[in-house]
């Protein structure tokens, strides 16, 4: 038994949330090609999201972000991870829903706090309070994460197997995204 994948599964989430994890075991277990929306903007644009930030501003960021975004969505049906920021965007969150799916991998403040801690990657977490400024985030966002399409329980310890599951399983439940063959 296998997977017919007819619209893009696009994972929305905090940093840490494990969208970039979760979305590659997805795509394996789907058969479909795996694509990290910042990924194609840092190839794009041949610098890191810290570099584009600190260059051009979360701005001009984002204005990249939302046209790599669509152009995704207009290809072939694939699992699509997403920046934590990307979903705040009403017009990202539109051209998702009407062209693929949402998926809201929703993890616990300390879950993702005991995750990003200790990377400096995040240029949003460049701060004097991490923690504080992590906090706040959570807080501005999850109202907007809450408008996905379906959500799914970033569970600590749980594999990324049994989560791959057990998104697809609830990914399932609209055969007109993903449906079993």
């Keep these: 038994m296998g997977w017919r994948l007819h619209k893009t599964i696009v994972m929305v ?5 494990g ?4 979305g590659r075991t997805l795509a394996t277990l789907l058969g479909v090609p795996f694509v990290d929306s910042d990924e194609q903007i840092e190839e794009a644009a041949a610098m890191s999201i ?11 960021f984002r204005a ?3 046209e790599v975004i669509r152009r995704l969505l207009e290809g072939r049906p694939c699992v699509l991870s997403t920046g934590g920021g990307a979903f705040m965007s009403e017009r990202n ?12 991998l929703n993890a616990d403040l300390e879950t993702l706090w ?3 801690r200790h990377r400096d990657s995040r240029p949003l977490l460049k701060t004097a309070d991490p923690r504080g400024t992590l906090a706040a985030l959570y807080e501005a966002r999850v109202p ?5 399409d379906v959500e799914v329980a970033s569970v600590p310890g749980r594999s990324l197997a049994d989560m791959a599951d057990f998104v697809a ?3 399932a439940e609209r055969p007109d995204v993903l449906e079993r063959t």
Aim: proline share 0%; glycine share 8%; hydrophobic share 50%.
């Design 114 to 116: 005991q995750r990003v």
């Design 93 to 104: 969150r539109k051209v998702i829903s009407d062209r693929g799916v949402s998926v809201w």
């Design 144 to 148: 907007s994460y809450a408008l996905a």
């Design 64 to 66: 990249r972000e939302a």
């Design 13 to 17: 989430g905090m940093m840490g949330a």
């Design 50 to 60: 810290a570099e584009i930030f600190a260059r051009d501003g979360e701005a001009f």
């Design 169 to 171: 399983e609830k990914v």
């Design 19 to 22: 969208k970039t994890a979760v």
